[in-house]
């Protein structure tokens, strides 16, 4: 994901998919969370079959959205993230697929 300064690798556990990040530039978003955080677990992502509904959904029951619209994201999905402060500290993700 050049757009992103990472590299990805998936993983699946039956129904759950696993996905590392590895950072390929010192200006990775990914360098953020590993110098103030280290390793460990950056987001949870869950599969939309309509991620704009979605969005929606979450904003309207009070979610901050960090992105309004969502964007290409790696495995051809469309993806978009609620800020940590909404959900728990956990920085949260929704993904579906692009046609």
């Known amino acids: 994901m050049e757009s ?5 690798a998936f993983f699946a556990a039956g129904d759950v998919h ?12 990914i360098i953020r969370f590993l110098e103030k955080s280290g390793p460990g677990i950056h987001h949870i992502a869950f599969a939309a079959d309509d991620i704009t509904g ?3 959904l979450a904003k309207d029951q009070g979610a901050r959205l960090i992105h309004e619209v969502p964007f ?15 959900t728990f500290g956990i920085l949260t993700e929704f993904c579906q697929p692009s046609h």
């Open 18 to 29: 696993i996905e590392l990040l590895e950072p390929t530039s010192d200006e990775s978003p």
């Open 4 to 8: 992103q300064k990472v590299r990805t």
């Open 72 to 86: 290409d994201g790696a495995a051809g999905k469309l993806v978009a993230f609620l800020q940590r402060k909404s």
């Open 54 to 56: 979605q969005l929606a």
